[in-house]
Each structure stands twice: as C-alpha cells, then as structure tokens.
C-alpha cells in the first residue's frame, strides 16, 4: 500500500483534520503496531518531503483529502512505504517499460536530449518529462514530486 494511505489513516480513523507528532507515532506504533516508533518518525518525515502533510504550530495535518483515500479492511503498511521515493528513477523505469530498453539506454537518451537539444543546460528530471511525452508514457502523477526535488537541490522552478 502507499504512503498516501498510510498518512491518511489516522486521520480517517480518529475522524481529525490535524493530530499532534506524539498522536501520530501512537498510533502507528503503539496503536496498530504497524511499525516501530522510529520507523514513525521516518514515515513523519518522508510523508512531509513529498509534500502529503504539514506541520504548523506542532500540529500535523494531511494537504490532500483523507475522504478520498480507501483504507482496506486489514490494512497494513508494506515495507516498501520506508524506502526512498526517486521520481526520477520512477520515470526511468516507466519509460523503460513502456520502450522495452534497458534503464541505462534511457539514461543515455536523456543525456543526449541534454547535451544536443539544449547545450547541456537542461535538468535530467525536465529532459525525462520531454522523453515521457514524447513516448506517452503517463508522467503527470510525478511532477509535483520533481519539482519539490529540484527546489530541494537548490534549483528553482
């Protein structure tokens, strides 16, 4: 299951639109027995870098609906929600299926729309987006995630 669903279910259960840090590792932790109070924080963390909730003033509230997530009767967090999200890695893999090439042979066209197309003043995350549209390969569900990287990198938008 997604990061999403797992930020939202305490705010679906405990039918609140912000809970307090302690609250949140409560209940992941202690509550559910989901994951270990470290492993909450970790979830914390990573759900507020891709922009799914925000902290203000100690409070900690979901930026996207809650309503409109589904959690599964039985729901339990796989352990995949702990690993680090790469859009762009994610774009390489799409792209990758989608032509049937290796990762590393998008990797060289992406270099190549870089240097020939724009002298070598492009970013890779823009030049995967152009490779995405040009082989229709869905990329809209990343870009929110490439922009907060490349503003995290130090490059504006």
Same mark, same amino acid.
């Given at each position: 299951?997604?990061?999403?669903?797992?930020?939202?279910?305490?705010?679906?259960?405990?039918?609140?639109?912000?809970?307090?840090?302690?609250?949140?590792?409560?209940?992941?932790?202690?509550?559910?027995?989901?994951?270990?109070?470290?492993?909450?924080?970790?979830?914390?963390?990573?759900?507020?870098?891709?922009?799914?909730?925000?902290?203000?003033?100690?409070?900690?509230?979901?930026?996207?609906?809650?309503?409109?997530?589904?959690?599964? /009767?039985?729901? *339990?967090?796989? +352990?995949?929600? @702990? $690993?680090?999200?790469?859009? !762009?890695?994610?774009?390489?893999?799409?792209?990758?299926?989608?032509?049937?090439?290796?990762?590393?042979?998008?990797?060289?066209?992406?270099?190549?729309?870089?240097?020939?197309?724009?002298?070598?003043?492009?970013?890779?995350?823009?030049?995967?987006? /152009?490779?995405? *549209?040009?082989? +229709?390969?869905? @990329? $809209?569900?990343?870009?929110? !995630?490439?922009?907060?990287?490349?503003?995290?990198?130090?490059?504006?938008?």
């Amino acid at each position: 299951m997604t990061l999403k669903t797992t930020v939202a279910a305490p705010f679906k259960h405990t039918r609140k639109t912000g809970m307090r840090k302690n609250e949140l590792v409560y209940y992941y932790a202690l509550d559910r027995k989901w994951m270990s109070t470290d492993q909450a924080n970790l979830i914390l963390r990573r759900a507020e870098e891709e922009g799914l909730i925000r902290q203000e003033n100690g409070i900690y509230s979901a930026v996207f609906d809650t309503a409109t997530v589904t959690i599964p /009767i039985g729901f *339990k967090p796989a +352990s995949s929600i @702990f $690993e680090k999200h790469d859009p !762009a890695q994610e774009l390489i893999a799409r792209i990758s299926a989608a032509r049937g090439l290796q990762e590393t042979e998008v990797v060289a066209e992406m270099n190549r729309v870089i240097k020939e197309q724009f002298n070598g003043n492009l970013l890779p995350p823009a030049a995967l987006v /152009i490779l995405a *549209k040009k082989y +229709s390969v869905p @990329f $809209e569900d990343q870009l929110d !995630a490439l922009k907060t990287k490349l503003i995290k990198n130090g490059h504006p938008q």
